[in-house]
T-cell receptor, first 112, second 113 residues
């Protein structure tokens, strides 16, 4: 099993809809989880971090974490064409040293 | 307010040549990382460092070396470049894993021919 997995997509949603992005991870003791957005040809940009079970909201973005199920998701409400990007899930793995491992990313396209 | 600075932005290498990708951060972050990203793929961790003098291998370390003599700098050395090392390389830094995610440099696009 890969350490961090995501649906590769592409995921297409109409403008104004809710986009749901999912991520699973293999390390049961992981404590830190991150969502990055990456526009084509650009570097990743941190948009959300979450450390506790439950929901964390920031504007139109909501991160959801379920450690028992080893699952983290990102919801984007009122999706805009400017949200079209690749979304990367990242998990800090508690191995010999702390290291952040990224999933393969999900490509999101918001259709006007 | 520079953040994470990578040089060069673009480079073409011939097979067998060597080079060093430079990375510097001015945020006094302890943690620094090197990732590579192949077209249409996610980020793969090459090496990371949790402080000056401490480095460790990531997922794909073969063909690379790093050093961390200061908090600010974390250069990545490519020895005997191969076509398989054609990729976009990102350097990143963070204060710690618990205080938030990482900040990325603008990337170095490397082509080995």
């Amino acid at each position: 099993q890969k350490e961090v997995e995501q649906n590769s997509g592409p995921l297409s949603v109409p403008e104004g809809a809710i986009a749901s992005l999912n991520c699973t991870y293999s390390d049961r003791v992981s404590q830190s989880f991150f969502w990055y957005r990456q526009y084509s040809g650009k570097s990743p940009e941190l948009i959300m971090s979450i450390y506790s079970n439950g929901d964390k909201e920031d504007g139109r973005f909501t991160a959801q974490l379920n450690k028992a199920s080893q699952y983290v998701s990102l919801l984007i409400r009122d999706s805009q064409p400017s949200d079209s990007a690749t979304y990367l899930c990242a998990v800090n793995l508690k191995t010999s040293y702390d290291k952040v491992i990224f999933g393969p990313g999900t490509s999101l396209s918001v259709i006007p | 307010n520079a953040g994470v600075t990578q040089t060069p932005k673009f480079r073409i290498l011939k097979i067998g040549q060597s080079m060093t990708l430079q990375c510097a951060q001015d945020m006094n972050h302890n943690y620094m990382y090197w990732y590579r990203q192949d077209p249409g793929m996610g980020l793969k961790l090459i090496y990371y460092s949790v402080g000056a003098g401490i480095t460790d291998k990531g997922e794909v370390p073969n063909g690379y070396n790093v050093s961390r003599s200061t908090t600010e700098d974390f250069p990545l050395r490519l020895e005997l470049a191969a076509p398989s090392q054609t990729s976009v390389y990102f350097c990143a830094s963070s204060y710690s894993d618990e205080s938030g995610g990482a900040f990325f440099g603008q990337g170095t696009r490397l082509t080995v021919v």
